[in-house]
């Protein structure tokens, strides 16, 4: 890390956060912008190892800077640094492509390492937002794993949801049980389950637990 650029508008947070750099990278080049217009000005005149961006600028939001960066400068490493701890800015940084996501209430050790290692590629996330993305995805399950469902076997899974036994899944699609327990083998396979319980959640997540739906 050689030229690093440091986007922040408060003087005292920004000669902070300069030591922070500093200590994590002894050799690099400070450069700094004061707000949203002088950081897009100077993500366009030079190429940086590294950027330390704030959020909350007087004339704009940091994420403007973080996108331009993304964009024109794909190997710059981008890290937001802000107060904002709230799920809408920390979706926003990561959608807009940061490396990391540090707190500046953090102890200064901590975002000494933490600087380090995203420079080794190790995302860079504040202990409390690794913790709310961790709860987001507690909360919605695993990723779509129902992408590779045929229709038949959605239809199949929407009647398990619905509390049909294998017989009358069979007796309602003409097919006889045998086929049924085969398309539930691949419906648990597939969805990496192994109870009715799972497969009804699975069945409700989908939207195929209702009968006007199957
Ligand atoms: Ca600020």
């Known amino acids: 890390m050689t030229q690093v650029l440091i986007v922040e508008d408060l003087s005292e947070t920004r000669r902070w956060l300069g030591e922070i750099v500093t200590a ?9 912008a004061t707000s949203q217009s002088s950081g897009l000005a100077q993500s366009a005149r030079r190429v940086y190892d590294l950027a330390l961006i704030d959020l909350g600028l007087p004339d704009g939001s940091g994420l403007e800077v973080l996108r331009k960066l993304r964009l024109s400068q794909p190997d710059t490493i981008c890290v937001v640094t802000t107060v904002m701890g709230d799920d809408a800015s920390i979706v926003g940084a990561l959608s807009a492509g940061a490396h990391g996501y540090l707190l500046k209430e953090q102890p200064r050790d901590l975002l000494v390492v933490q600087l380090k290692q ?8 504040s202990p409390s937002v690794a913790r709310r993305i961790m709860q987001h995805f507690q909360r919605t399950g695993p990723a ?10 959605r239809e199949v899974l929407g009647m398990i949801g619905r509390g049909l036994r294998n017989a009358e899944v069979a007796q ?3 097919l006889s049980e045998n086929t049924i327990a085969g398309y539930i083998k691949d419906i648990y396979r597939k969805l990496g389950i192994s109870s009715r319980a799972e497969a009804s959640w699975h069945a409700a997540r989908l939207g195929l637990g209702t009968p006007d739906q199957t």
Do not use: K, M, S
Request: aromatic share 4%; glycine share 4%; charged share 20%.
């Open 172 to 174: 309602a699609l003409l």
């Open 118 to 125: 995203v420079a080794a590629g190790i995302p860079a996330l």
């Open 24 to 32: 994590a990278f002894p050799d690099c080049t400070l450069h700094e």
């Open 144 to 153: 779509a794993p129902e992408d590779n469902l045929t229709a038949r076997e």
